[in-house]
């Protein structure tokens, strides 16, 4: 589902006008701050309904005015176009997909799949355990609209017992934790398959690019049958074992065990890889973890994504950028970044376009 054209009008700093994109691989060229960043967000934000750099949308419209849009023209498998329009005025942001307005960003789900690789990726591998749960519930919100479902009742149930809990009122709990269980096990279970599948091509691409060979993922269950074995447990023994911690969740006020306490843990022949990784390796880590991205969401879907790649390659010595472009799973359509003086030509194939991004405004290098 190819992306064919974006207009904008208040947009980041970029001029009001339509940049068209009808080519597989697209790359824009510039200068930092004149705007590369802001056409992929423009992409990203059509795709999902918000900006992968700030969560207030507010800040996405041009310095000086409070109202902005998106218009997104997008071609199907059948040859057939639709279009997604996103508007943000007085406050309030509306989506409209294809004539009809729409209720809820889910609602985009597989509409237009992008990956997105960017300098704050690092955090997957090095960062806070909530970053790395983010990252694989990402790739399972990507096309599964249930797993959507769960994860927000399990938010909205996880909120109700911590004010419970805060405010002293202990009458509602066994009612929370059954429901807390309910989704919880859920989660647990698709997390899990997916660390599975991820592993099964995940070391490979490492090896293939560094020469590490052993490097796997590891997921640790808050929730788990066995204290010595990741294991899922069954709901009655996850209930258990939140009726276990039930007096220490009083003291701290504050839900001690459940999904939103899983860990994922990367790990080299049965040892911790990040702490003994160099900064090269760890970024790495989290590049492959882009690529496994598309790579799960393409075997999964059998439908193939469009990737962001956001001055990723930057980092990385020209080898290693060549190793990774190669590595890329097939795409419908592939955005890159580049400063003026990288070697880009390098990666270019038949057909790749390039603009030139100066102040906002584009001009495609003919």
């Known amino acids: 589902m190819p992306v064919l054209s974006v207009s904008f009008v208040n947009y980041r700093n970029l001029q009001n006008s339509t940049i068209n994109l009808l080519s597989k691989e697209i790359y824009f060229v510039g200068e930092n701050g004149q705007g590369k960043s802001n056409l992929l967000e423009s992409i990203y934000y059509s795709a999902y309904g918000n900006s992968f750099r700030t969560r207030a949308d507010a800040e996405v419209a041009t310095k000086g005015f409070s109202n902005f849009s998106i218009k997104t023209l997008y071609r199907l498998e059948n040859g057939s176009t639709e279009n997604i329009s996103i508007f943000f005025e007085n406050g309030k942001k509306k989506i409209d997909k294809n004539g009809k307005w729409i209720k809820d960003r889910k609602e985009l789900i597989n509409t237009m799949p992008c990956v997105l690789f960017c300098h704050d990726d690092l955090e997957f591998a090095v960062g806070e355990p909530e970053r790395r749960r983010f990252f694989v519930d990402q790739c399972l919100s990507m096309y599964d609209v249930l797993y959507i479902d769960t994860s927000r009742n399990y938010k909205k149930i996880l909120k109700s017992r911590n004010l419970s809990l805060k405010e002293k009122n202990y009458e509602m709990l066994e009612i929370f934790d ?40 590891k997921y640790e269950p808050s929730w788990k049958s066995d204290d010595s074995l990741n294991i899922i447990p069954s709901a009655q023994k996850a209930f258990e074992i939140l009726q ?21 843990k990367f790990f080299r022949n049965g040892t911790d890889f990040t702490s003994t990784a160099s900064t090269g390796q760890r970024r790495l880590l989290a590049i492959l973890l882009r690529i496994g991205q598309a790579i799960f969401y ?69």
């Open 178 to 217: 059954a429901q807390l269980v309910q989704n919880g096990i859920e989660i647990e279970k698709k997390r899990r398959d997916t660390i599975f599948q991820f592993n099964q091509f995940f070391g490979k691409l490492y090896e293939k690019i560094t020469g590490i060979d052993g490097v796997a993922i």
């Open 244 to 264: 276990s911690k039930r007096e220490i969740d009083k003291v701290v006020m504050t839900t001690m065990s459940g999904p939103h306490r899983d860990k994922i």
């Open 298 to 366: 393409a075997n999964v879907t059998e439908k193939k994504p469009i990737l962001l790649m956001d001055d990723v390659l930057l980092e990385l010595d020209p080898d290693k950028r060549q190793l990774v472009t190669q590595l890329l799973p097939e795409y419908d359509q592939l955005f890159c970044t580049f400063l003026p003086g990288e070697p880009y030509e390098r990666y270019m194939k038949e057909g790749t376009k390039i603009f030139e991004i100066n102040g906002g405004t584009w001009n495609e290098r003919q």
